[in-house]
Structures are given as C-alpha cells and as structure tokens.
C-alpha cells in the first residue's frame, strides 16, 4: 500500500485532519480517479478518430512508391478494420497493470530499486533499440505539446505520494506510459515491431491535439480534491535542473560550475528548458566531447578548469553594452580580441567562442547555447520574411538577455519576446513593394526602442508587442473596407451560379412525392421556382427568408389535403391567410402575381374542397400563365483582373487529401504562389465562399486580388505552385525544430 505519513495534500472538503487509513483510501480513490479518466478519454478521443485514421492510411497507401510501406498501410486498415474493439481493450488493460505497478513502487519508498546496468555496458538489440528510439520520439513529442499540464502533473503527483518530484520515466499519467501499454496491446495481438510503432504513431497523430486538454482535465480535478491548488514558482523544477548540472560526472567541478550553482536568479517552472537542458547533458560514462560534435560549447567550457570565473551581473553588463551595437576587440572584459557583431545573423554563435561565455556560469552557458540554436532555427524557417531577417537579428542580445533572465521565456508561448519575434515575422507576409518602406521604418523603429530601451525589464518588450497589434489592426481594419465589395459580389455571383441547382432539388424533393396535385406541380416548377432564385441570389440558403420559402411549399402542399380531424381544420383556417399573402408577395416581388391569377382562383376551390374533406376535384383547370415572364437576369460579377497562377488543373475526386485540405482553410491562411518564371506572391486567404467554392485571395492591403475555384487551388498544391505557409507562429516552429534536433540521434553523444 501507499505509505503517506505526512501528507501535503490540503484537506478534503471541510474536514479536519483524518486518520492515515482514510488518507491513504481517499489517495488511492484520487489516483484511480485520475487513471480511468485518462485511459477512458484517451481510448474514447481515438474510437472517435479511427474513421479518419483510416482515411489517412489510404491516403498513404495511395500515394506510397514503396512496396514495403504499402503494405504497412494495408496491414494497418486491416487491423484497425478488424480487431479495433480487442485492440482498445487490450490497450486499456496494459495501462492499467502499468500504472498499477508505477503507483505500488512509488508507495514503497523503503522497496529496493531495480539494478541498473551501466549503459555503457549494456548490450541492446537493434530491434529493441528501435523500438525505444520510436517511444522516445513519440513520447518527447507529446511531451513537448503538453508540456505544461504535465509539469502541473508532475508536482500535483508527488504532493500526493507525499514524495520527491517524479520523473517521466516514474510518473505513471505520463504519455510514456500509454505508449508502452499501446506496444504491449499491439504486440499482443501478433502485430510485428514495425507495424507496432507505425500505429503508434497513427494513434499519435489521431489524439495529440485533445491530449494537452485531457492532462489539464485531469488537473482540474486534483485541484477541485484539494492537491496543490496553486503550484509555486520555485522548487523542484530548479532543483532538478541545478542539479543535473552539478551532478554530472562528465567534466570536473571548477569555479564556473561553483558559480552557475549560486549566481542568476532562481529558475522557474520552464519545462521545455528543463528538458533541453537534460537532453544536452552527457550521460554519465561519456567524454566530453568537443562542440562541433556535442552540439553544445558548454561541454568545452566546463572541460577547461583553467577559465575565468565570469559572474552573471557582468555578463548581463556587458550584454547591455554588447545590444546596442558593435564593439571594438578588447571594448568590454571577456569579449576577446576577434570582431563581434551583434546584429549579424550568427551574433550568439560567435558570442559562444568567447572568452566570457566559456567563463559564465555553467547554467548561463547552456543558456546561450540553446538560444544560439533557436536562431539557427528561426533564421533556417522558410517561411521567414526576407525584408525582416535582418532586423530579427538586431533583436538576438535583447532576446539572449530575456532568457538569462527567464527561463520561462522557452515555454510561455505569450512572452513578450516571443510575440514580438511572432508579430515581426508574420508582419512580414504579404507585402508588395509599395508596402515595404511603410512597413520597415514601423519594424525597424520598434526594433530601435527595443535595443535603446531593454536592461532587465520586459514591460518595454510588452509596450512594443500592443504597438505592433495595433499598426496590423489598422491595416486589417483597411483590407477588410477595402475586399467588402469584392467579396459581396463574389458571393453573389456564386450564388447566381449555384440558384438553379438548389432550387430544382428543393422543389424536386416535393413534387415527386406522392399524390401532389398537377397543380402544384405546374407552380411550383414553373412559378415558385423563379422566387425561390431570387431569393438564393439574394440572401442565400442560411437566411430566414429562404427558410420561410422552403416552408411555403410544404405548407401549399399540405392545404390542398382532405382535412378530417378537426386539429387540421383548425391549424388550416389559421394557416391560410398566411399561405396565400406568403405566395402573392414572393411572386409580386417579381412582378408575376398578376400572371398567376387564374391559379388561385383555381386554388381556392381546391382549399373549400379539402376543408369539406374532399379529395381531387374531377377536372383541372389550366392554372399557368401561357406565357410565364422571367425574372430581369442578376448582373454579372466581373471577376478580379490578376491572373491565377499558371497551369490548367483538371478535376479532382472529393476525397483528394488537397482538395480536403483546401476545404479545410480558413481566412487569414498564408500561401505562396509561384508562376512559371520563377516569381513569388504570398497572399492571404481573405475570403472563402460559403460553398467552399471559391477562395479570394489579397495582400495585406486588401489589394492585388486573385480568386480561384477550390478543384484548382487544390491541384496547385499537389503540383507544388502553390505552398500553404505554416499557421504556427515563428518562435513556435523554431522551438519544435530545436526539439527535434537535440533529441535526433545524430545529437546524441556516442552517436
């Protein structure tokens, strides 16, 4: 059982301190809790995607060149075809042993560990590396996404355990634990290695977008049990990560790792710093290796004992100095004999081979490495605007000295130094060469307030974030004035193209059923067809008057049956009035009310009848006008003068994954086009008809308008001129690629 002696979880409801016994019952209550909650929502969000996870797999099959991962695509449909219910309960009762297991061994502090062997001398299969090699992507994946409820997690769960911080690897709620139940049900199942990890990651794509939701459900709910409801901004997260520096045996302590131990402020609650600062440590047993193979110009500093101590306020110092321009050889302690350029593309990579990065703190330098290669990543972007690299670069110490200061910088989506990286990149799109010079001297003056304002406080970075929002929303606010007349008549013109098909399904879907008078039929086709038109030209299919049309029919229809109870005589006589003023105004509205006199005389008789019970009357009365007059024809729209983008697309099937994709945009999409001389234009999504029809595109100025039919953007994009840019902001993607880079193989020591 759970051993629980001093408990830090806050009291249940309003009751005072309870017995060991009752707290241990209520623990392991809270803990199933948490256990079902998660397998339950996790199985039930993948049960809701299979349908899709099987159009993705035949998507791949489809365009796959390569045999061997056809048949993967095959065998996967096949399985989730056919074994999916045994899959999910097999899945589920792996993870359950699992956490089961975790929970009773983290219960039994005094209960001896499991000897490890030392991995240097561990003798690992290449299956079982490649199996572990795909849980650790899959995992860091997750992990990445749902950084900061895990975390939360992370601490709730030790509070709980009244225990020290749990690791990933002991936290049973962690992703790495589902994915090893999900090995453990696939392999169960006969599935081979390969096909295992491959619906591994089928299933990770399915459920990585609800899954950050899933973890921050689980902890609202230990929070609404009284566990940890507000987690402190200090603690075990520095303590880990302090001490996964000082405690590796890969380099000797010297006075620079003594003083990264004591020197900066504390660190918060950063997870994915946390875990680049771990993935960049060598493991225990490794040599250090030099930075061009490590990765990391830590590993060298630390190596080198003989270095001079270099306390984090001087660093800070000479930042400062450093941000606001160049400095001459030997201007500022530390900095060294060569150039130093802080507004150059690679400023951070050259700060690294200084003398006073070597000589910082040993958390600092890790600090500097890891920005040096988030601007790696974010000057590799291909989506990053030419006209505003240059300016980014500027803005490298400003940023550097952000996150000395905050490490919270890494995992905070919303810091000010990342929106303002995001806002400048993404202010950057779309914009023509008449924009340019407006659009720079805004850049580069924010820029310049950046550099001759920031010490250590990022207010002065927030200030420069609402004035950027503020210059994009009145250029927003001016394309939308500017494309309001476009779009209106685009949408009009669709719906001109479009009127004939609704309308005649509308009103097929009536006159065929059965026993609907001739009568009704020659009006309906003939006369309300007409109205029904020029309603949907008008207005649509969403909006009430169409409805009221549609209901008219119907309505028209029922009257003229025999009415027998006495309900629908009453709902008759009080339908009636409303019937006939309906169809008279809708057909004056055209100028055809007169046309169709004789047709209501005729309804008339028809409506005593059916009001007395009667069926038909013998004989019909010609009720149509000899001569129906049509409605004066909508003017036409005349379509934007830019050309589309070269190339003739033929017709695309309804489940082409690009056409599904263009049916997926949504306004304020970025694409890049390219024509057949080589020329690029990104424009913006402006609009999108309401058929997904039709998508306008526009620069930023609502201006250089060009719109293509959904079948022809769709083949654009297969045929590679046309390039839908990444939604995510700029300092997100680099953040992910930096991720992916420390944890590949190749970055690995020994590798």
């Given amino acids: ?41 996790v199985l039930a ?135 090893r139940a999900l090995f453990q049900a696939l392999t169960s199942l006969d599935a081979s290695r390969e096909l295992a990890i491959f619906l591994m990651q089928v299933f990770e794509r399915q459920t990585s977008a609800e899954l950050p939701e899933i973890y921050n459900e689980i902890n609202r709910y230990l929070i609404e049990s009284g566990i940890l409801p507000k987690i402190p901004l200090s603690g075990p997260q520095t303590t880990a990560v302090q001490s996964n520096l000082a405690g590796s045996t890969s380099a000797p302590r010297g006075p620079a790792t003594d003083t ?31 930075p061009t193979v490590a990765g990391s110009a830590v590993s060298a500093a630390v190596a080198d004992s003989t270095l001079t101590p270099f306390e984090h306020e001087r660093l800070m110092q000479t930042l400062s100095s450093l941000q606001r321009g160049p400095l001459i050889p030997g201007a500022a302690p530390g900095l060294g004999m060569a150039p130093l350029d802080p507004w150059a593309s690679n400023a951070i990579a050259q700060l690294r081979a200084t003398p006073m990065a070597k000589g910082s703190p040993r958390l600092d330098a890790m600090t500097i490495d890891i920005v040096a290669m988030l601007f790696e990543a ?46 400048i990149a993404q202010a950057g799109l779309g914009r023509g060469e008449d924009e340019q010079p407006r659009f720079l001297d805004m850049i580069r003056s924010v820029v310049t307030s950046v550099i001759e304002g920031f010490e250590s406080d990022i207010g002065i970075l927030a200030e420069q974030v609402q004035r950027l929002e503020a210059f994009l929303a009145e250029e927003e606010t001016q394309s939308r004035d500017r494309a309001v007349g476009l779009v209106a008549g685009l949408a009009r013109r669709e719906r001109q ?83 006939i003023q309906g169809l008279r105004s809708g057909l004056a509205r055209l100028g055809q009310e007169a046309a169709w006199s004789e047709f209501f005389n005729v309804l008339i008789q028809r409506h005593v009848a059916a009001l007395r019970g009667e069926g038909a009357v013998t004989s019909e009365v010609a009720s149509s ?89 769709a083949a654009h994009l297969r045929k590679g001129t046309a390039r839908l840019l990444s939604q995510n902001p700029l300092t997100e993607r680099a953040v992910t690629r930096l991720m992916e880079r420390v944890q590949s193989p190749v970055a690995a020591p020994g590798a």
């Fill in 1 to 41: 059982m759970i051993k629980q002696p001093n408990s830090n979880v806050i009291p249940f409801g309003a009751r005072e301190a309870s017995s060991p016994d009752v707290r241990r019952a209520e623990t392991v209550s809270i803990l199933e809790t948490c256990r079902e909650r998660l397998i339950d929502t």
């Fill in 45 to 179: 969000v993948f049960t809701r995607h299979v349908g899709r996870a099987n159009d993705e797999l035949f998507d791949m099959m489809d365009q796959a060149v390569d045999q061997g991962l056809r048949q993967l695509c095959f065998d996967a449909v096949s399985l989730l075809a056919n074994r999916t219910p045994l899959l999910l309960q097999r899945f589920r009762a792996a993870y359950v042993e699992r956490f089961n297991e975790a929970i009773e061994c983290l219960g039994r502090p005094d209960a001896p560990m499991p000897t490890r062997v030392p991995e240097e001398l561990k003798l690992v299969d290449e299956e079982d590396f490649e199996v572990d090699l795909a849980l650790s992507k899959l995992t860091t994946r997750a992990s990445f996404n749902c950084a900061q409820p895990l975390l939360a997690l992370d601490r709730r769960l030790a509070v709980l355990l009244n225990g020290a911080r749990i690791t990933p690897e002991d936290n049973p709620l962690h992703p790495i634990t589902l994915y």
């Fill in 260 to 290: 990264a131990m004591s020197s900066g402020p504390p660190l918060p609650p950063a997870d994915i710093f946390a875990r680049l600062v771990s993935l960049l440590q060598p493991p225990p047993g490794y040599p250090v290796l030099p």
């Fill in 378 to 423: 974010i000057f590799d972007d291909p989506d990053l605007p030419a006209a505003v690299r240059a300016e980014i670069a500027k803005l490298q110490i400003p940023v550097l000295k952000v996150a000395l200061l905050d490490k919270g910088f890494f995992s905070d989506r919303q810091h000010p130094a990342r929106r303002l990286l995001d806002l």
């Fill in 497 to 579: 193209d479009l009127a004939a098909t609704h309308v005649a399904a509308e009103v097929q879907r009536r006159v065929t059923r059965p026993g609907v008078p001739g009568l009704i039929v020659e009006f309906l086709e003939r006369g309300w067809s007409q109205v029904l038109s020029e309603i949907f030209v008008r207005q649509g299919p969403t909006d009430a008057e169409w409805t009221q049309a549609i209901q008219l029919m119907d309505d028209l229809i029922w009257s003229l049956e025999p009415k027998i109870h006495p309900a629908d005589r009453e709902r008759f006589i009080g339908l009636l009035p409303r019937l």
């Fill in 625 to 713: 006008p000899s001569s129906t007059a049509r409605p004066t024809p909508e003017p036409t729209v005349t379509p934007p003068s830019r050309p589309t983008p070269p190339g003739r697309p033929g017709t695309l099937p309804d489940d082409d994954p690009h056409l599904k994709l263009v049916r997926a945009l949504e306004p304020g999409a970025w694409i890049e086009f390219q024509t057949e001389r080589g020329t690029r234009h990104t424009l913006r999504l402006n609009w999108v008809s309401e058929f997904k029809g039709v998508y306008l595109f526009t620069n930023r100025q609502g201006e250089n308008a060009m719109t293509l039919a959904a079948a022809s953007l």
